[in-house]
């Protein structure tokens, strides 16, 4: 089945509310559908900035806006949509074999990344002309 960003969803964590702090949790084979190999944040982007599109042939993830927002946008290699995550609560599933962008960061935002591979940079896909040609195989 070729991946398509209408399986990209918005899943809601688990909330702990408390007067001195609110706290979500993430865990393997509970809520999300592959096992986290490697996560990781990016943080101390200016605020209004984007950062460049990829798309990764066998990688999946979930993104959360730990802390501010940003817009994720999504390209199936025939559909697009935008996704803004703005809710430490909210973690979106982006396929394998979708190309994204990250927009529009507020100031002091952290965009973290949970990851069902370990880093190869094998698995990119740096370019939309090739991103392109793989959908098309
Ligand atoms: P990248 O995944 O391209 O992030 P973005 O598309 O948001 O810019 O990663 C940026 C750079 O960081 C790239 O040169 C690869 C490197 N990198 C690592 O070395 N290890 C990692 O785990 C990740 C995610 C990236």
Redesign the pocket.
């Given at each position: 089945m070729k991946s398509s960003i209408f399986h990209c969803n918005v899943i809601e964590l688990n909330k702990i509310n408390n007067r001195a702090g609110n706290m979500s949790f993430v865990e393997n084979a509970k809520n999300i559908p592959f096992d986290i190999k490697?996560v990781?944040y990016?943080y101390d982007v200016p605020g209004g900035s984007d950062?460049?599109?990829?798309a990764h042939k066998n990688l999946e993830q979930y993104v959360i806006a730990v802390s501010g927002a940003f817009d994720v946008l999504l390209d199936d290699g025939t559909n697009k949509k935008i996704v803004r995550l703005d809710r430490p609560y909210m973690a979106l599933h982006i396929q394998k074999g979708i190309w994204r962008e990250?927009r529009n960061f507020t100031s002091g935002s952290v965009c973290m990344?949970m990851?069902s591979e370990e880093?190869n940079?094998e698995d990119?896909i740096?370019d939309y002309a090739q991103f392109i040609h793989f959908k098309q195989r």
């Open positions: 490697r990781y990016i950062r460049g599109g990829h990250t990344v990851a880093y940079i990119y740096d």
